[in-house]
């Protein structure tokens, strides 16, 4: 009972709309509950029961009573609910555009709406009941009894598509959708029915029809189209016609189809432009404005190049890329055709521009001329499109030949002969020009004439008649006063013509050879006129004559194919000739002399190139001539590019003779003089003529005797030294073995004499004439130096020297091994004497003595704190004494040099070193 209750609650408080069959549900569950509740009343209350459970039962079924009441308000609302949502039903089902109909298992017609009954053309009282395939034509009633068993066989929806018809027999294209649904409870069976919506599709039928029909056509149309046509779309042809197939040279579709929209085509346009972009902008076109038309080069399946001219529309297609209709058109015959147009109406103009051909037209009824901006151009106007009258023209004519042009040009307009005239015209400018023109009077069919001519500026070829008319009156006025000669001869050599003062010198007069052959009369000159009578032309110099009388003749020949004749310009040359071999001699001449010159010769002309080059100059220098000349000199020998050649040659190019002594060569060792002298070329100076002279074996001979002398002169000087040293040796042994053994004596037999003590002051000075003896002595020979050698004796002469008032400091370095005698003598008297110098000349007050011997070498320096000199006041005469001169001799006779490094009052350092 609760759950009853809630489910009627759940319907009054809106819940889901119950259909008419629940509603019936609803009722009969009520009914059996009430039947329930009367029995427990009537029957139950029989029992045993107490007064109690009487009167809970009561109120019970007084609770019932309220719920039926209230369920059965409900009920009541759900009915009327029912009854809308039917109404509702029955109008969206009776007025749908959709036919519905409710058949049997068996086919009848059991319910339709309004749109069916109409369709089947009858009211639904007369349809109801009926076999529905009463309305379908005999030929299709078995796939409609198909149709209706695949309905009763399954339970999803089945389609179909045939012709019904009405009840007056009309026919009509009808979609079905059918679906089984079990027995209604309104019809009380169970047996299944079907729901079938019936749909009219005549109109779309006959829409897919006229397609198809339209499509048929088209496709026809495409197929047995004489023009080629292709479909594509995307980027590639999805279809041809055989027209296309022909027009390519393909034998089957698939050469086309399927193959992008360039395939058969360049990869570039002749224009440069990409052909694939090309194909690209016009699809864009056609698909923007419904068309394009465009042309492109294309090629046939064979290779061969054709140019086909495209017309591009675009098919719209829902869903899908669109598709291009592309109708193709071989037009390489008629761009050919247009090209050889042009080519021919280039060749019209190149023509006329290169013969400087003007056009004009003369409209002879309406008496007004056209003419092209050349033609206004020879008349000297500028150019105006604008027709003009023809006395303007007249107006310019020059006024002695007006008359006679306007008469030729009305004889050939009525006689309709051809004009050719020439005249002049006068410019606005006051410059005369001539004109030819030449044309023709052409009368109209309809009426009318005028006169079509062309024009050309002749003033040219008036002055070039002129200008050849004057030359030949020169060139006769050269042939009778100039030697000359022209002649002119038939093809087999005769004279037709010779003419000329040049005649004159053989004796003839002119014309005089006239009728004779050339072979005959001047047999030198036959193999050059076979040249000439046989088309060439030819440049020749013959000489004739005597060695006494030479006559040299330069002749120029040539054939004269017009005139078929050979002519042949001869001048005397004799002359030039002679001077020509003179020259050449003289240059002969002095080639020679150039080329046997022991001196390299080399002209230069002013701006410093070179002009001429011996043999010699390439011996010196390295250069043949024939890389030098004509170069620059300072190119040539980079060495010279100085500021002294410049200034040299700019001496010598102002008139003065440069010669420059001991220049060293770049290429090789040794040296030359250069002897510059200016060239001069009547009266003024042109160039330079340079002679480079090799002093190289000079100099060596210079040198070699040089040194031949210095060693003559050493040689005599170590003599000198040699009897020098010999000469103090001997008096240094007198004076110590006689005057000073004799002094010697002398003091001991005073000494010890018997008689009166002698003077303490003469024995002091005979000892001190002892003493003196025995110095002169040492320092005449220095014995020490002979015994123990160069140290030794430097140590006891600077012992000797310090008492005397000049401290010498000594700085001796590996001297314990004795050097060559000439060596210690020569360094021990060099030393000697500049320390005599330092104490008598330059007052010294100190001495610094240093001698090494290292490296094979014996070094010595001395310096002094004196008064100093001036270097460059000495005398360098050899022998002037035991100076500084002598010591000069003594180093140089070992093979050294003195150095002196001396100032004023600043002391002196004399410094050498020689081979030990």
């Known amino acids: 009972m609760d759950t009853d209750y809630n489910a009627d609650m759940d319907a009054q408080q809106g819940g889901p709309a119950r259909r008419p069959a629940d509603v019936r549900a609803a009722l009969a569950s009520l009914q059996s509950r009430a039947e329930r509740r009367r029995y427990l009343v009537t029957h139950a209350a029989a029992d045993s029961q107490t007064p109690q459970d009487v009167q809970r039962l009561m109120q019970e079924l007084q609770v019932h009573q309220i719920e039926l009441e209230m369920q059965y308000e409900e009920l009541l609302l759900a009915q009327a609910e029912a009854q809308n949502a039917r109404a509702q039903y029955v109008d969206l089902y009776d007025f749908a555009p959709v036919g519905y109909f409710t058949l049997t298992d068996a ?27 009463l309305f379908v034509p005999l030929e299709a009633r078995p796939e409609f009894g198909q149709f209706l068993a695949r309905i009763f066989t399954t339970d999803r929806t089945v389609s179909a598509e045939m012709v019904l018809l009405r009840e007056d027999g009309t026919p009509f294209y009808a979609q079905m959708e059918g679906l089984r649904v079990e027995g209604a409870p309104e019809t009380a069976s169970s047996r299944p029915h079907c729901r079938l919506a019936v749909l009219d599709t005549t109109a779309r039928r006959n829409a897919t029809d006229a397609l198809a029909a339209s499509e048929a056509r088209f496709r026809r149309l495409f197929a047995e189209s004489n023009d080629a046509v292709v479909l594509l779309q995307g980027q590639t042809y999805i279809d041809c016609n055989s027209a296309a197939l022909r027009l390519l040279g393909a034998t089957h579709k698939t050469e086309i189809v399927g193959r992008g929209m360039a395939a058969h085509a360049p990869v570039l346009q002749p224009n440069g432009q990409p052909t694939a972009s090309l194909f690209r902008e ?18 046939k399946i064979t290779g061969e190049e054709i140019w086909m001219e495209a017309v591009l529309t675009p098919i719209e297609q829902e869903g899908a890329h669109p598709l291009i209709h592309i109708l193709w058109r071989d037009v390489t015959a008629d761009r050919e055709a247009a090209a050889q147009l042009r080519a021919s109406e280039a060749r019209l103009s190149l023509a006329l521009d290169a013969s400087e051909t003007g056009v004009f037209t003369w409209d002879i009824t309406n008496n007004h001329l056209v003419w092209d901006a050349r033609s206004q151009a020879i008349f000297g106007h500028p150019y105006s499109p604008l027709p003009v009258a023809v006395e303007l023209l007249m107006e310019s004519f020059h006024p002695e030949d007006r008359d006679r042009v306007m008469a030729a040009t009305n004889d050939a307009i009525a006689t309709g002969a051809p004009l050719a005239v020439d005249y002049r015209i006068g410019w606005p400018d006051g410059s005369v020009h001539h004109v030819s023109s030449a044309g023709r009077s052409v009368v109209q069919p309809g009426g009318g004439s005028f006169f079509a001519g062309v024009l050309r500026d002749v003033t040219a070829l008036y002055a070039a008649e002129e200008e050849l008319h004057y030359k030949s009156l020169v060139l006769e006025r050269l042939l009778s006063n100039m030697p000359m000669t022209l002649a002119r001869f038939q093809p087999d050599g005769t004279y037709l013509e010779a003419v000329g003062a040049g005649l004159r010198a053989v004796g003839l007069q002119d014309n005089e050879l006239v009728g004779r052959n050339v072979f005959e009369a001047f047999a030198p000159i036959g193999q050059y006129m076979r040249q000439v009578l046989s088309g060439r032309a030819v440049n020749f110099m013959v000489e004739i004559g005597t060695e006494e009388q030479p006559l040299a003749f330069q002749n120029f020949g040539f054939f004269d194919e017009q005139r078929e004749q050979g002519v042949v310009l001869s001048v005397d040359v004799t002359e030039a000739v002679q001077q020509k071999k003179q020259l050449e001699a003289e240059k002969e001449f002095t080639e020679s002399l150039l080329e046997n010159s022991v001196d390299g010769i080399v002209a230069l002309d002013r701006p410093g190139n070179i002009a001429a080059w011996n043999s010699q100059a390439t011996h010196y220098f390295g250069h043949p001539a024939a890389a030098v000349l004509g170069r620059s000199m300072v190119e040539v020998l980079p060495q010279l590019d100085c500021d002294e050649t410049r200034q040299v040659l700019g001496r010598v190019l102002a008139g003065e003779q440069v010669v ?31 002679m480079f002279r090799d002093v190289t074996e000079r100099d060596r001979m210079a040198e070699e005797a040089t040194q031949l002398r210095l060693r003559q002169q050493q040689d005599l000087l170590s003599a000198i030294l040699t009897t020098q040293e010999n000469e103090r040796k001997r008096i240094a042994e007198a004076l110590h073995n006689g005057l000073g053994q004799l002094l010697y004596a002398t003091k001991l037999s005073l000494e010890s004499g018997a008689g009166a003590a002698p003077a303490p ?27 123990f050698g160069l140290r030794t004796a430097l140590e006891e002469l600077s012992k000797r020297i310090t008492p005397a008032g000049l401290p010498v400091h000594l700085h001796l370095a590996n001297l314990g091994k004795r050097l060559r005698p000439q060596v210690e003598i020569a360094v021990y008297r060099i030393v000697q004497e500049l320390l005599n110098n330092a104490m008598k000349h330059a007052r010294a007050t100190e001495v610094v003595v240093h001698v090494a011997h290292e490296n ?32 000069r001799n003594r180093v140089a006779l070992l093979g050294g040099q003195l150095k002196i490094n001396s100032q004023l009052g600043r002391g002196t350092i004399i410094s050498f070193d020689v081979d030990e």
């Open 761 to 787: 002051a003469a024995l002091k000075l005979l000892h001190e004439a002892i003493r003196t003896t025995r110095t002169i002595s040492f320092e005449l020979t220095p014995g020490i130096l002979e015994d």
């Open 107 to 133: 086919g009848l017609i059991h319910q339709l709406n309004l749109c069916g009954s109409q369709m089947l053309g009858s009211v639904r009282q007369r349809l109801a009941g009926r076999r529905f395939a």
């Open 282 to 299: 016009s699809i864009g076109e056609a698909l923007r404005t419904g068309s394009r038309r465009c042309m492109a080069r294309m090629h």
């Open 856 to 887: 094979g070498r014996v070094e010595v320096s001395v310096e002094d704190n004196g008064t100093g000199f001036d270097p460059h006041a000495l005398t360098d005469q050899p022998l002037a004494g035991m100076g500084l001169s002598g010591v």
């Open 660 to 690: 420059l002594q001991g220049q060293a060569f770049a290429h090789r060792t040794g040296h030359y003089d250069a002897y510059h002298v200016p060239l001069r070329q009547e009266g003024s100076i042109t160039g330079v003529l340079i």
